[in-house]
DNA sequence: GTCTATAATTCGATAGAC
DNA sequence: GTCTATCGAATTATAGAC
């Protein structure tokens, strides 16, 4: 939730190739993109690329788990947090998301796939799952909740509201008549109503 | 949101070809599917693919252009009924896309990918947006959330608290720890809260 | 209609000069 | 480190026999 790592404009050749392959890759995704669009997009030749990254899927990790750490930085210290309310830490979640991904809107939907595309790439550290589950953010959840809901549907629905949009935004633009300008709008009216759909569930009922 | 035209299990070779091809499309995508798995699947020969269909991406389109028909069957006479209300229609329409997401949970990444990966091919027709836009059910939307809030963002979490969990399904399983049948007791759940949560949302704040 | 064999192309990766 | 040129594998598509 602090400094983006996506966005450092780093000028070895490295980090040239790394940038322009993090952007070809979570535009079209894996499969569909070829060695030589990453090359040029970076300014560079074809067996430079080779020679820095030795192949095409060891590019691939890299750039990826630099994703996913990207997603993660600055969670833990929300979560974590004891001294802070749940409607605060939900607000918090909400807001540098939907900060993040309008600047990288691509990347929740490049993720998924990915994910799903190669499940056991993905088996993640036993680390990813207890990040929620022992956070105070769960406890605090699942005592609002107080037995009345799931706290897991509250994750879902926190999450989902959050990144939906940016997943389908294509498709909303479309059949919702918005341009650029007013799917940001929405986003941003996006950040200050969640918190309050979701303090609406954990009092329902 | 009658019949289940993926279903159908005909068994003329261009069909058991078509069959073949949805799988292996919505499984892996179409830049990462080969047409020799499609071939395997439906157990005859690569040439006589291209017989039938005379290309991978010809075959690619009416695939996807059955898909999205599948998504859209019986929605008109849902959203177009006058007769009932809105808390009804949420509620079949919640309903009813779960019950189909249970069966084809693959679909809606699927689709969402290749939207995304070639936007102009599905440049729809105006009609999609008439659909939603001029409908009773969003008449009924706007009226109840009367100008407190956007009808597209209501919309928006309709759709998003239905589909989400099946797009983020093998990562929601693996950070809440659930197998397929938990997964599955969810979405059931989700059938029941999701109408509710939304009628929350129109009546808060 | 269905098959075997192969042409034609694309793409990841490497050899080798500078 | 960086380039040009090319190899080799994979993949779509087709030719031609049955």
Redesign the interface.
């Known amino acids: 939730m602090t400094k983006n790592k996506l966005e450092i404009t780093d000028t070895t050749t490295g980090e040239k190739i790394k940038e322009a392959a993090r952007k070809v890759f979570t535009k079209?995704?894996?499969?569909?993109t070829r060695t030589r669009d990453i090359a040029e997009e970076a300014g560079i030749n074809l067996a430079l690329l080779n020679y820095y990254f030795r192949s095409k899927e060891k590019l691939f990790d890299i750039v990826m788990r630099e994703n996913m750490q990207q997603l993660l930085i600055g969670l833990r210290s929300v979560l974590y947090n004891e001294t802070t309310t749940l409607l605060h830490k939900i607000k918090a979640i909400v807001s540098n998301y939907i900060n993040l991904l309008r600047k990288h809107p691509?990347l929740p939907?490049f993720i998924?796939?990915e994910?799903?595309?190669n499940?056991d790439k993905?088996a993640?550290n036993i680390g990813?799952?207890t990040?929620?589950?022992k956070s105070h953010f769960f406890k605090q959840v699942k005592e609002t909740g107080k037995g009345k809901?799931?706290p897991?549907?509250i994750?879902?629905?926190i999450?989902?509201?959050t990144?939906?949009?940016f997943?389908?935004s294509?498709?909303?633009k479309?059949?919702?008549?918005?341009n650029q300008k007013e799917f940001d709008a929405?986003m941003k009216?996006?950040k200050k109503?969640i918190p309050?759909?979701i303090n609406?569930?954990l009092k329902?009922?």
Chains 1, 2 share one sequence.
Not at 28 to 32: L, N, Q, R, T
């Open positions: 079209k995704g894996y499969a569909a691509d939907l998924l796939s994910i799903k595309a499940p993905f993640m990813a799952r990040l929620l589950l809901i799931n897991i549907q994750i879902i629905n999450i989902g509201l990144v939906f949009p997943i389908a294509p498709l909303l479309h059949v919702g008549d918005l929405l009216e996006r109503m309050i759909w609406g569930m329902v009922k």
